[in-house]
């Protein structure tokens, strides 16, 4: 079973990081995102951690969605997407949705590291994943002023971090605003967001890594790969905290 404790995280193995940790845990007790119990430092307690909805069922290495024999699904074959991989920690499903949820309206930067660490468990199982930049999902600047912070680009600094590669949060732009997708149908979806990015410069041969929180259709970050392999980009493969797998 996959854990968020024994992360190929360096930070997480230094002892004297770990004996810091067990010390603000006695003097801090933090409570548990989902039960409310003692969580000591960590954001869910270790029964709520087991229940994570991770996910690691087989499924298509394209598009994420379940196969049980592992291998690119139907659809992906009929119609190739334009990016080339995908990876998704979790389902979304409860508690993993409330968490995205906090991350993204109650900046909640606990639960940023929670996710954080997922991504880089599933990077870190990922046989073929390579990478020259990290890429977060471009918020539209009307959004951004709203809400105030990019919860894509709080993944991927992190993500960026631990992997040491750049991440690159200027290098598109997101110049169409297309939320109020939920209930629209794929056709509709595949439409409301052609065209609504940019990419700033020319990236020639590189391998992108796109950060996103959730995968629901994957018409946004369809478009998102569009645009970067129009751009020069080699490879693009996505990294993303919940995968839906039912159609909502
Ligand atoms: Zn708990
Ligand atoms: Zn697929």
């Avoid at 073929?128 to 959004?143: F, G, K, Y």
């Amino acid at each position: 079973m996959k854990g968020l404790s024994n992360k190929a995280n360096a930070k997480l193995l230094d002892p004297w990081g770990r004996m810091r940790r067990g010390l603000l845990a006695r003097l801090w007790p933090q409570q548990c995102f989902v039960c409310g119990g003692r969580a000591g430092l960590t954001v869910v307690c270790q029964a709520c951690e087991d229940m994570l909805p991770w996910h690691d069922s087989p499924s298509c290495p394209v598009c994420a969605l379940p196969v049980p024999d592992g291998q690119t699904c139907g659809r992906c074959l009929k119609r190739p997407p334009h990016f080339d991989a995908t990876l998704a920690a979790f389902e979304y499903e409860h508690p993993v949705r409330e968490m995205i949820m906090a991350l993204k309206f109650g900046a909640a930067f606990t639960v940023s590291d929670m996710l954080i660490s997922a991504l880089l468990a599933v990077a870190s199982e990922a046989d073929d994943l390579s990478a020259d930049i990290i890429v977060p999902m471009p918020l539209h600047r009307q959004r951004m002023a709203e809400r105030g912070f990019n919860q894509s680009m709080e993944l991927a600094r992190g993500v960026g971090r631990a992997l040491d590669l750049p991440v690159r949060a200027q290098l598109l732009v997101r110049d169409a605003d297309t939320r109020h997708q939920a209930g629209m149908p794929l056709r509709q979806r595949i439409k409301n967001v052609r065209g609504a990015f940019r990419c700033v410069e020319s990236i020639a041969g590189k391998r992108v890594l796109v950060i996103d929180d959730v995968m629901t259709s994957g018409a946004t970050l369809n478009e998102l790969a569009r645009t970067l392999k129009l751009a020069g980009a080699a490879q693009v493969s996505n990294l993303v905290v919940a995968r839906t797998l039912r159609s909502k």
